[in-house]
């Protein structure tokens, strides 16, 4: 299974992203899925998840700024990130699970697979 991140970049606050994972080899239509971002010295922190069935999650920080969505015939996973703040600036992952639906979505242990992350400085 391969995770690739894309998309990342430096832009100006208040500016907008859209990252994009492309997958091999995962059952990608059977599988929860994530974004997750990590600022240096911070620890890795959930974002943004969405299910098998579409239904969506993101946390406080980042609602009605940051849409998570899937295109289940490109087996792609995109994080189109609108209204960006310094604070936003960390590196970002994408992440899937093996399984459908995950209690804890925002919890970075209950993901199996991880891509190796895309950078996103907002300044």
């Known amino acids: 299974v391969q995770l690739v991140e894309s998309g990342g970049g430096t832009v100006q606050a208040r500016g907008s992203l859209r990252l994009v994972c492309r997958t091999s080899?995962?059952?990608?239509?059977?599988?929860?899925m994530g974004w997750f971002r990590q600022a240096p010295g911070e620890e890795r922190e959930g974002i943004a998840a969405i299910d098998s069935t579409g239904y969506t999650q993101c946390v406080d920080s980042v609602k009605d700024r940051f849409t998570i969505s899937r295109d289940n015939a490109k087996k792609t996973l995109y994080l189109k990130m609108t209204s960006l703040k310094p604070e936003d600036t960390a590196k970002y992952y994408c992440a899937a699970a093996n399984h459908p639906y995950i209690l804890t979505p925002m919890d970075p242990s209950a993901y199996y697979y991880w891509g190796q992350g895309t950078q996103v400085t907002v300044s």
């Open positions: 080899g995962y059952s990608y239509r059977s599988g929860c």
